[in-house]
């Protein structure tokens, strides 16, 4: 059988078709992904604009079949734990803390934080533009994968993507099956408003 895997999220107002398209399945093909393809999608990531161009993030990555990637899997918890075993990469997305200001002394850096969301949604729509998917996850062991990727002190986990080739939901637990679906968004008058809050 073949499946439809389009998402029919609707958006309320003309958009570019990838921030409705782009969403976070769970399940994944056998696909691998290349190094070359990783290197597009960390290529996505360090376009990211940042404060003074500072560009706090930081990337660790591995693939499906590699020991560091089996050793980034292991942090995570939970429900991630199941379905992130058949991603063909995981990325880990954490932040430099502080930056040089002009006297050449370390500041923490308060758009850290900001800046690497950026980074992280970069990375997400050119998973979508090569026909991949990119699902973000907080849900992960914190001292556990600071140890497995060496954070260096002054750094922050923020969270680990898991990428590859969208897969059929009946490759997926029951529970996680029910759960496959595009989520919708609360209305634009909730976000947005006119001047004011
Ligand atoms: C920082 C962050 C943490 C997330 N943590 C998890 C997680 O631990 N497990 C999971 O299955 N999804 C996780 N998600 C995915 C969100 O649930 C998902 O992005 C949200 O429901 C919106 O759906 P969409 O990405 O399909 O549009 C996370 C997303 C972000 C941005």
Redesign the pocket.
Known sequence: MSLDLTPTRQPDHPVAPQFPG?????SFTDRALSEAEVMSLLEAARWAPSASNHQPWRLVWARRGEAAFDSLHACLT???LI?TGKAAALVVVASKDTMLNRDGVEVPNRTAGFDTGAA?MSLALQAHAMGLVA??????DRDRLAAAVQLPAGHTL??AVAVGEQGPVEALPDDLAAREK??GRKAMAEIARHGRF
């Open positions: 782009r969403w976070s399945p769970r939970g429900n991630n379905w992280w699902h973000a996850m907080g849900g992960f923020h969270c595009p989520s």
